[in-house]
T-cell receptor, first 118, second 116 residues
Framework: GAGVSQSPRYKVAKRGQDVALRCDPI?????LFWYQQALGQGPEFLTY????????KSGLPSDRFFAERPEGSVSTLKIQRTQQEDSAVYLC????????????????FGPGTRLTVL | AQKITQTQPGMFVQEKEAVTLDCTYD???????LFWYKQPSSGEMIFLIY??????QNATEGRYSLNFQKARKSANLVISASQLGDSAMYFC?????????????FGKGTLLTVNP
């Protein structure tokens, strides 16, 4: 079946512009995650959705970052007034979302959106 | 707080040989899961293998196996019979079973290069 897809794959923005990054999770996956991966680093957690509910946004770096998943499937990560330090790869992941004992509930990742802010 | 340490920024291996990528972790939770992901130059994170903290046996998936030493808090990935296509970044990650049990905490990764 289809995996997690993200669009656009590459985005170049001028400092101060707003950007919107889209994630299409695997069909039927309850949980959706956004991670930020700076150059040469491992991914870092940004936010987590269970269906349409945003249960954790503790990793969002500032109030310029906003994420939504209004119908419990597609999610959008929006960054307002982009800054150079926002340049990174933004990864979306989804999982079935069942945290039962012994279940790996593996997170499956999309290809990411590489954001460059000039 | 959870922490993952990968001390090898880069590793080289000859094709068809085995290689071990190191991962140590730190957590105070008794229940947790450890994951390895592969990230080729295309950028996608590909799930390789999972080890639960209470699993009695080391996990294996094809050419991948996990050398889990709980007392030492290490979860090294062993790739047998390396192939050219194994060249990629490899990330170790951990998820606790406590309150924030959905988050993955990643290490900084190891760049593996397989030489012909």
């Amino acid at each position: 079946g289809a995996g997690v897809s993200q669009s656009p794959r590459y985005k170049v923005a001028k400092r101060g512009q707003d950007v919107a990054l889209r994630c299409d999770p695997i069909s039927g996956h309850v949980s959706l995650f956004w991670y930020q991966q700076a150059l040469g680093q491992g991914p870092e957690f940004l936010t987590y959705f269970q269906n349409e509910a945003q249960l954790d946004k503790s990793g969002l770096p500032s109030d310029r970052f906003f994420a939504e998943r209004p119908e419990g499937s597609v999610s959008t990560l929006k960054i307002q007034r982009t800054q150079q330090e926002d340049s990174a790869v933004y990864l979306c992941a989804s999982s079935l979302g069942y945290w039962t004992s012994g279940s790996t509930d593996t997170q499956y990742f999309g290809p990411g959106t590489r954001l460059t802010v000039l | 707080a959870q922490k993952i340490t990968q001390t090898q920024p880069g590793m080289f291996v000859q094709e068809k040989e085995a290689v071990t990528l190191d991962c140590t972790y730190d957590t105070s939770d008794p229940s947790y899961g450890l994951f390895w992901y592969k990230q080729p130059s295309s950028g996608e994170m590909i799930f390789l293998i999972y080890q639960g903290s209470y699993d009695q046996q080391n996990a294996t998936e094809g050419r991948y196996s996990l050398n889990f030493q709980k007392a030492r808090k290490s979860a090294n990935l062993v790739i047998s019979a390396s192939q050219l296509g194994d060249s990629a970044m490899y990330f170790c990650a951990m998820r606790n079973s406590g309150g924030s049990n959905y988050k993955l905490t990643f290490g900084k990764g190891t760049l593996l290069t397989v030489n012909p």
